[in-house]
């Protein structure tokens, strides 16, 4: 891989760790005076954005408004800022404190007969506020030069603006656009609930429509510039796995394996971990979403490693079961390849028209739900079903679980995970293989096919690697208790 060379050019094993963790720290390190932004590498033209909105404003009869993520959403000294999803997808931009108007042409009129006159689209952004860019760096503010061609929006106003729009709008239009607190969760998630009390506070005569799933609808389909940039995440990751592979032992912590793999991230250019590294061994690896990483690797345990790197914005989502000590046991053996088979059913089945859907005969779920069921048997001779405790998969993109509703069948474009698992606590026994996939016109593309899934692949990888070691022992990482 391409970062090899850095990692083993470090000049002791003490070093090597200290850089791997210093990295990990640099990734979500301290902010002064605000919060820090998550630079992307790279992001898709103006005029991809502006097809986006065109899309959904295509679909409504009034306003959409939309907010971003102000900064102020966590306070600990880690916080790292990151865009709203939504408001990102239909922009591309990644600041503080911004907001968007879109007005379709077709709008109708309020009873009182007066037209929107304003621009179709507005780009709302917080005035610059040069002192404090000083201790955050520099933010796009609406009076920069040029700031139209920079942002794709030919009307960029200072956020306190966006009341009195607001108010002007709702004297013509009986209802918005926006995206509403999701009701299951007791009111939503602060910000969407801050935002629409706002709306109602502002213009409280004005309907409010949720766009949550016009806007997931577009978000499942992804265009070349998403792929790319999930292409490269995926790749990271798959780099990411193999070197945890080589260095995989007993004695290591599993803050040490995380470590290295969010090493390799970095190096090949992703700006963040698409979610908490999980990397459980043992028992550990039986919960789902780990993420103490504290145990020491011991002979014999099994290790579940969910880790993915997350590269302009956008998230893989790979997952690695590996033997501690190179060589699985008959019974890690057995239920491993009884996941396996699972997902390899699954995958035999992938194509558009499918769903993720528990039932039906179309169903990806149900039949790696049945080929579990069906092989293999726990200690008291039960069937494995009820040790498949989660769905098979989920969209990336975005976020790692992607926006959508998922009993909509696959199409073209769409990237998916495929992801079966057993666990079983009481054999401190847990498999999960994980891999990505972009749904074709006739089947599918394995985006995460470079990297080994086979037993026999890992445990070559794995002898190998512990080859290499016993010869050149001065590499090798080391822990001081």
Same mark, same amino acid.
Request: charged fraction near 20%.
């Given at each position: 891989m391409n970062c090899h060379s850095e990692w083993v050019g470090l000049r002791s094993p003490l070093g090597r760790l200290v850089f791997s963790i210093v990295i990990a720290a640099v990734v979500a390190s301290f902010t002064a005076g605000g919060a820090r932004a998550q630079q992307r590498r790279e992001r898709e033209p103006n005029s991809v954005y502006a097809e986006r909105r065109a899309k959904l404003l295509a679909q409504s009869d009034g306003p959409v408004i939309l907010f971003g993520y102000t900064g102020r %959403?966590?306070?600990?000294?880690?916080?790292?800022f990151a865009q709203e999803?939504?408001?990102?997808?239909?922009?591309?931009?990644? %600041?503080?404190?911004?907001?968007?108007?879109?007005?379709?042409?077709?709008a109708n009129h309020g009873a009182n007969g007066k037209a929107w006159d304003g621009p179709r689209e507005l780009l709302f952004l917080p005035e610059a506020d040069r002192k404090r860019q000083q201790w955050i760096g520099a933010r796009m503010a609406p009076d920069d030069p040029g700031i139209a061609e920079k942002t794709g929006f030919a009307a960029v106003k200072p956020f306190p603006e966006l009341r009195?729009?607001?108010?002007?709008?709702?004297?013509? $239009?009986?209802? $918005?656009?926006?995206i509403l607190p999701y009701q299951r969760e007791l009111g939503g998630y602060p910000h969407e609930k801050e935002w629409t009390n706002w709306l109602a506070q502002v213009?409280?005569?004005?309907? =409010?429509?949720? =766009?949550?799933?016009?806007?997931?609808?577009?978000?499942?389909?992804?265009?070349?510039? %998403?792929?790319? $940039?999930?292409?490269?995440?995926?790749?990271?990751?798959?780099?990411?796995?193999? %070197?945890?592979m080589k260095m995989m032992r007993p004695g290591l912590f599993e803050y040490q394996v995380a470590a290295k793999m969010v090493y390799v991230h970095s190096m090949e250019g992703c700006e963040a971990e698409a979610?908490?590294?999980?990397v459980g061994a043992g028992f550990n690896s039986t919960s789902l979403h780990y993420d103490q990483l504290s145990k020491k690797i011991e002979d014999g345990d099994i290790v579940v490693l969910d880790v993915a790197g997350q590269f302009s914005g956008y998230a893989a989502d790979i997952t690695r079961t590996l033997p501690a000590n190179g060589k699985f046991t008959p019974r890690q053996r057995e239920i491993y390849e009884i996941v396996l088979g699972a997902q390899n059913a699954a995958i035999a089945a992938l194509k558009p028209g499918m769903t993720f859907s528990p039932t039906g005969s179309n169903s990806l779920s149900r039949i790696a739900y049945d080929y579990i069921n069906s092989h293999g048997k726990d200690k008291q001779g039960r069937s494995l079903g009820r040790y498949f405790i989660h769905g098979l998969g989920h969209h990336i993109g975005l976020d790692v679980h992607d926006a959508g509703v998922s009993p909509r069948p696959l199409e073209p474009g769409m990237v998916v995970t495929i992801e079966p698992g057993i666990y079983i606590p009481e054999e401190n026994l847990g498999v999960r293989i994980e891999d990505d996939f972009l749904i074709t016109e006739t089947g599918y593309k394995m985006l995460s096919e470079k990297l080994p899934r086979s037993i026999e692949e890992i445990e070559k990888i794995m002898a190998a690697a512990q080859k290499e070691r016993k010869e050149h022992p001065e590499r090798e990482l080391r822990h001081e208790d």
């Open positions: %959403e966590e306070g600990a000294q880690t916080y790292i999803d939504n408001l990102y997808y239909l922009t591309g931009h990644n %600041e503080e404190g911004a907001a968007l108007v879109l007005v379709p042409d077709h009195a729009t607001v108010e002007k709008l709702a004297a013509i $239009f009986p209802a $918005f656009s926006t213009a409280p005569q004005v309907k =409010l429509n949720d =766009l949550r799933a016009a806007i997931g609808a577009l978000r499942q389909i992804k265009s070349p510039g %998403e792929l790319k $940039f999930l292409i490269k995440a995926v790749d990271a990751s798959v780099d990411a796995h193999l %070197e945890a979610y908490a590294p999980i």
